[in-house]
Nanobody, 121 residues
Framework: QVQLVESGGGLVQAGGSLRLSCAAS????????MGWYRQAPGKQRELVAT???????NYADSVKGRFAISREYTKNTVSLQMNSLKPEDTAVYYC???????????????WGQGTQVTVSS
């Protein structure tokens, strides 16, 4: 089975930075897409960023220019560098892997448990 474990969440002031990491174990490989979602209280889960097996990336408009997704293919890890954080970035961030990635559309097969990111004003 596949397990995704996020780390790196925490509390940061507006304008600050955090780096989230996700370690995948199981059958996930470099051929699988990976990505990050987030969900704020009372809101739907939102796709933040994706990275394909070839390294192509896509970002939600709300985070373009501020966030960067990357992966270490041999380790099956994916990271999300979050810069210039805003209070509206506050959410639980979920790592996702596998499934279907077509352009900006992503439907993951596997999910992590999430890590809390809180941005204070």
């Amino acid at each position: 089975q596949v397990q995704l474990v996020e780390s790196g969440g925490g509390l940061v002031q507006a304008g600050g930075s955090l780096r989230l990491s996700c370690a995948a174990s199981g059958s996930i490989s470099s051929n699988d897409a990976m990505g990050w979602y987030r969900q704020a209280p009372g809101k739907q889960r939102e796709l933040v960023a994706t990275i394909s097996s070839s390294g192509n990336t896509n970002y939600a408009d709300s985070v373009k220019g501020r966030f960067a997704i990357s992966r270490e293919y041999t380790k099956n890890t994916v990271s999300l560098q979050m810069n210039s954080l805003k209070p509206e970035d506050t959410a639980v961030y979920y790592c996702a892997a596998g499934g279907v990635l077509i352009g900006s559309y992503y439907r993951p097969r596997f999910w992590g448990q999430g890590t809390q990111v809180t941005v204070s004003s």
